[in-house]
């Protein structure tokens, strides 16, 4: 079964501060994709970044770098110079495919709270 | 937001009556999911769909029905709502499929009660 595990149900940061958010996920395929969604109070899912698990480079969009560790299935984000607008609920996401259809799963997430 | 709109974004109704949610895009992407959110339990696929005509189920499947008649439009019925089944619903849509992400439109809350 795949599953992914966010071990961390809270986090906080000071403002311009950088927090680092673990994730890990048990799989048995070799070819599939890791996301970070972001989730604000408004609910909708926001696409922070993504990592192919065949790209040994580390995904980085502004701010937001992860580190994967393929081996070791973890892929955590890294947060840097966190901003008050950074504070919701980030969840991590393992997308696979199985008989030719896409699947996507989740962990429970981390709610991370940006103190001023 | 890759053009995703759902309706009712809140809904209200007793258990045994029939529900349906609507989810809609306009960029005529090929793939769509419907996914159900509670605490706890992060988000769960229930359905999904690759194609006109053509759906699976996800993990959370019993209880709930999709169709999918034409590209823009993707239905979930709740053929007879049970409180169990109050939650967020999510409808998603893959952006150049498989080696693409996954965009969510804005949810909509259902109350059973």
């Known amino acids: 079964a795949q599953t992914v595990t966010q071990s961390q149900p809270e986090m906080s940061v000071q403002e311009a501060e950088t927090v680092t958010l673990s994730c890990t996920y048990d799989?048995?395929?070799?070819?599939?994709?890791l996301f970070w969604y972001k989730q604000p109070p408004s609910r909708q899912m926001i696409l922070v970044i993504r990592?192919?698990?065949?790209?040994?480079q580390n995904a980085t969009e502004n701010r937001f770098s992860v580190n994967f560790q393929k081996a070791a299935k973890s892929f955590s984000l890294k947060i840097s110079d966190s901003q008050l607008g950074d504070a919701a609920m980030y969840f991590c996401?393992?997308?696979?495919?199985?008989?030719?259809?896409?699947?996507?799963?989740f962990g429970k997430g981390t709610k991370l709270t940006v103190n001023p | 937001d890759a053009g995703i709109t759902q309706s009712p974004r809140h809904k209200v109704t007793e258990t045994g009556t029939p529900v349906t949610l609507r989810c809609h895009q306009t960029?005529?992407?090929?793939?769509m999911y419907w996914y159900r959110q509670d605490p706890g339990h992060g988000l769960r696929l229930i359905h999904y769909?690759?194609?006109?005509?053509?759906?699976d189920k996800g993990e959370v499947s019993d209880g709930y029905s999709v169709s999918r008649s034409k590209t823009e439009d993707f239905l979930l019925t709740l053929e007879s709502a049970t409180s169990s089944q109050t939650s967020v619903y999510f409808c998603?849509?893959?952006?150049?499929?498989?080696?693409?992400?996954?965009?969510f439109g804005p949810g909509t809350r259902l109350t059973v009660l």
């Open positions: 769909s690759y194609g006109v005509k053509d759906t």
């Open positions: 990592q192919e698990a065949y790209k040994q």
């Open positions: 998603a849509i893959s952006v150049g499929g498989f080696t693409d992400t996954q965009y």
């Open positions: 960029e005529n992407h090929r793939y």
């Open positions: 799989t048995s395929e070799s070819d599939y994709y």
């Open positions: 996401a393992y997308r696979y495919s199985q008989g030719g259809s896409e699947k996507l799963v």
